[in-house]
Nanobody
Framework: QVQLVESGGGLVQPGGSLRLSCAAS????????MGWYRQAPEKQRELVAA???????NYADSVKGRFTISRDNAKNTVYLQMSDLKPEDSAVYYC?????????????????WGQGTQVTVSS
């Protein structure tokens, strides 16, 4: 069983910064794409940023130039550095990963989600 555990959320003033982390654990063979999504109240979950195993990145237009996604493959961890935060960035942030895990004698893909971490941007 693979688990993703996020950390780093909290309350920050507009213009401030936060760094989110998400660590994968369990019987992991390898992890392909990793990403961060967010969901604000009464809104659909949306992609914030994604990163391939090789380091190619993709960002939502609303966060380009302010957020940076990175990963440490040796630690099975993905990060989201958020700067110049705005009230509209307030949401629950979820980590997502395409994890190939060991299941007995086989290796299977498990699309995994973290439990979410709250980010609130307010003065």
């Amino acid at each position: 069983q693979v688990q993703l555990v996020e950390s780093g959320g909290g309350l920050v003033q507009p213009g401030g910064s936060l760094r989110l982390s998400c660590a994968a654990s369990g019987s992991i063979f390898t992890i392909n794409d990793m990403g961060w999504y967010r969901q604000a109240p009464e809104k659909q979950r949306e992609l914030v940023a994604a990163i391939t195993r090789g380091g190619n990145t993709n960002y939502a237009d609303s966060v380009k130039g302010r957020f940076t996604i990175s990963r440490d493959n040796a630690k099975n961890t993905v990060y989201l550095q958020m700067s110049d935060l705005k009230p509209e960035d307030s949401a629950v942030y979820y980590c997502n990963a395409d994890v190939f895990g060991y299941y007995g004698a086989s290796i299977r893909l498990q699309k995994s989600w973290g439990q979410g971490t709250q980010v609130t941007v307010s003065s």
